[in-house]
Nanobody, 121 residues
Framework: QLVESGGGLVQPGGSLTLSCAAS??????VGWFRQAPGKENEGVSC??????????ADSVKGRFTISRDNAKNKNTVFLQMNSLKPEDTGVYYC????????????????WGQGTQVTVSS
C-alpha cells in the first residue's frame, strides 16, 4: 500500500512536507497529484525511480520540491512545499507511475488514500 502523510492547515506563505511511504512492494517512479474542490485532478510533481528525473508543474515550480533518498529508503518519497498559496489547497495523492520525464507523470496505477492540505489564514 501507499500511505501519504504530512498534510494539514497552514497559513499562506507557510511550508509543509508530504511523505509517501510504500509497503509490500518496491517503489519505483512516483507522482504527486492534487484534487481541489471543483477542479480536475492535477499532476503536481514526479520523480523517477533512480531520482535522476523530476518534473514540476508550472503552478508549483520554484516552490515545491520532490525528493527521495534511495540510499536510506527507496520506499519513501517527499514533497517539500514552500511559499504555499490558498490555491494549493486540496487533497494530495501519491501514486506509483510508469515513468517520470519532462512531460510529467505517466500511467499512475496505484494510489494512496490522500492527505488534505489547506492553505488559509
Amino acid at each position: 500500500q501507499l500511505v501519504e502523510s504530512g498534510g494539514g492547515l497552514v497559513q499562506p506563505g507557510g511550508s509543509l512536507t508530504l511523505s509517501c511511504a510504500a509497503s509490500g512492494f518496491t517503489l519505483d517512479s512516483v507522482g504527486w497529484f492534487r484534487q481541489a474542490p471543483g477542479k480536475e485532478n492535477e499532476g503536481v510533481s514526479c520523480i523517477s525511480g533512480d531520482g535522476v528525473s523530476t518534473y514540476s508543474a508550472d503552478s508549483v515550480k520554484g516552490r515545491f520540491t520532490i525528493s527521495r533518498d534511495n540510499a536510506k529508503n527507496k520506499n519513501t518519497v517527499f514533497l517539500q512545499m514552500n511559499s504555499l498559496k490558498p490555491e494549493d489547497t486540496g487533497v494530495y495523492y501519491c501514486a506509483a507511475i510508469l515513468r517520470c520525464n519532462s512531460g510529467g507523470a505517466s500511467h499512475p496505477h496505484y494510489w494512496g488514500q490522500g492527505t488534505q492540505v489547506t492553505v488559509s489564514s
